[in-house]
């Protein structure tokens, strides 16, 4: 064959396989777009009320026609239908917060997927409480109170600072643990922390004590006899360490935001988390962590507010108003940060960063 019709026997061939790709293109963008024609709803960010029902419904050409529809709540399957009948998600017990939802097509071996997504809020506002001062005991002015428990008739204070604070940072160190007398308000024993540390919120579990810090990502255990320091841990959850508690059988730690983290009592690894929403959006802040009779009551940072959250759905069913507790606060007094509850004696002890007064008060819900 001369040198120029097998040239242009291969450009013909080059021409054929062009126009296939281009074909193929075409058909692929044709099919692309019919499917960017779905709609799905509830619109996204739509926020709901736990325990209402969410209908979500589907919507296609009739050129789809899919073998399946596999609908998706975050990761976890819901249901599968054949074609675009509703399916009706139930809020009741389900944790608050954000949640994706996704209709997945399949269609002879291919799959495409249309998402939205949702925000489950508090069925209800939150429930106002009042209080009242029982007993009013000395504080220490120079705890900076990041964490407070009473355990065994002893209160114990984690007391927050630095001593050697980065640039930027104020110093009113050293962080310390220590082990108060309630009735005086006296430091009986005492342990500080290193002056780069500062010294977050503390748990009792048995016969330690756990100890966060702010931004140091370190976490410390003591023997709660002796105050020895018998491990450090690192603690890469959230944002920051901030507040802390137990239940138990976990641990529940805030960073900052409005997420509670729950740890392993023996690894301090992460295990789960809930977010903490009342019937209006995210309550961000929290603070200071005490474990009361199956619920969790927390400062909100900067407030003289303290929420009760449920910790299976975190929604907040309530909230006191401690504005009135102390109004005329003693000189270099900061924020209100603290909550003690003493199982035995069914008291609620609460004070402040450098406060020196320590308030036992009980809950009532508001007068008529």
């Known amino acids: 064959m001369p040198f120029g019709h097998l040239q242009l026997k291969r450009m013909k061939k080059r021409s054929l396989l062009y126009i296939a790709a281009i074909t ?58 054949k074609d675009a009948s509703p399916v009706v998600l139930k809020t009741d017990s389900m944790p608050l917060g954000p949640k994706s939802i996704t209709a997945r097509f399949f269609q002879q071996g291919k799959q495409y997927d249309k ?56 110093k009113i160190g050293p962080s310390s643990l220590r082990k108060v007398d309630l009735i005086t308000g006296k430091v009986l024993q005492s342990v500080q922390n290193d002056p780069k540390v500062f010294a977050e919120g503390i748990t009792v ?4 004590i756990v100890q966060l810090t ?9 023997d709660k006899s002796t105050f020895k320091l018998l491990k450090t841990f690192n603690n890469n959850v959230g944002i920051e360490g901030w507040g802390m508690t137990f239940d138990g059988n976990k641990i529940y730690m ?27 959006g995210p309550v961000n802040s929290i603070n200071e962590l005490e474990y009361i009779d199956g619920k969790i009551y927390a400062n909100v940072f900067q407030t003289d507010d303290i929420i009760v959250i449920d910790p299976k759905t975190g929604a907040v069913l309530q909230k006191i108003d401690f504005k009135s507790l102390y109004p005329k606060r003693n000189n270099k007094a900061d924020v209100f940060n603290g909550i003690a509850w003493d199982a035995k004696g069914k008291r609620m002890f609460v004070t402040g960063k450098f406060w020196d007064k320590l308030f036992q008060v009980k809950l009532a819900p508001p007068a008529p």
């Open 214 to 222: 702010y931004r140091e990502k370190i976490g410390y255990v003591y």
């Open 24 to 81: 193929l293109a075409a058909a692929g963008c044709k099919e692309e777009d019919i499917y960017k024609k779905i709609t799905i709803s509830p619109d996204a960010g739509v926020t709901v009320k736990a325990g209402e029902s969410v209908t979500i419904k589907v919507s296609y050409p009739e050129e789809i026609k899919p073998d399946s529809i596999v609908y998706l709540l975050d990761s976890t399957r819901l249901e599968a239908k």
């Open 254 to 280: 805030d960073d900052s935001t409005n997420r509670l983290w729950f740890l392993d009592k023996e690894t301090y690894q992460q295990v789960g988390y809930v977010d903490v929403y009342d019937d209006k």
């Open 115 to 170: 998402a939205t997504n949702i925000v489950v809020l508090a069925a209800r506002a939150p429930e106002k409480l009042s209080f009242k001062v029982e007993k009013v005991y000395p504080h220490d002015v120079t705890s900076y109170t990041e964490g407070l428990e009473y355990h065994d008739g002893y209160l114990y204070e984690s007391d927050g600072g630095y001593l050697d604070p980065p640039p930027g940072d104020e």
């Open 205 to 208: 579990i048995g016969d330690k």
